[in-house]
């Protein structure tokens, strides 16, 4: 069992970036697919971006990709999203999930381990 911890969210401007973070305990994260999906009020919780195992399979949302980034240090147990050119469509809260499959999965019932979510605020 692994658990997930968000940071790093926050009210910022349009165009400007963000760095989100999430620390994994329990069991090494190198074991996990690691992605970060989003909520926004009223919407279903959606994908954002999922890195495999060794990070040598990488998936995106085609409305994040080219502005987001996710990376993983396996050695620090933690995942990180890139965001730039922030929009205000991408406020929303944003989970971090880990699954021990070794596809790399874009779907919410996929993920078996969530954190408790990071508020991403975007606007003027």
């Known amino acids: 069992q692994v658990q997930l911890v968000e940071s790093g969210g926050g009210l910022v401007q349009p165009g400007t970036s963000l760095r989100l973070s999430c620390a994994a305990s329990g069991r090494t994260m190198s074991m996990y697919t690691m992605g970060w999906f989003r909520q926004a009020p009223g919407k279903e919780r959606e994908f954002v971006a999922a890195k495999g195992r060794n990070g040598a399979i990488t998936r995106y949302a085609d409305s994040v990709k080219d502005r987001f980034t996710i990376t993983r240090d396996n050695a620090k147990n933690t995942v990180y999203l890139q965001m730039n050119s922030l929009k205000p469509e991408d406020t929303a809260v944003y989970y971090c999930?880990?699954?021990?499959?070794?596809?790399?999965?874009?779907?919410?019932?996929?993920?078996?381990?969530w954190g408790q979510g990071t508020q991403v605020t975007v606007s003027s």
């Open positions: 999930a880990a699954d021990g499959a070794m596809a790399v999965p874009t779907t919410v019932p996929a993920y078996k381990y």
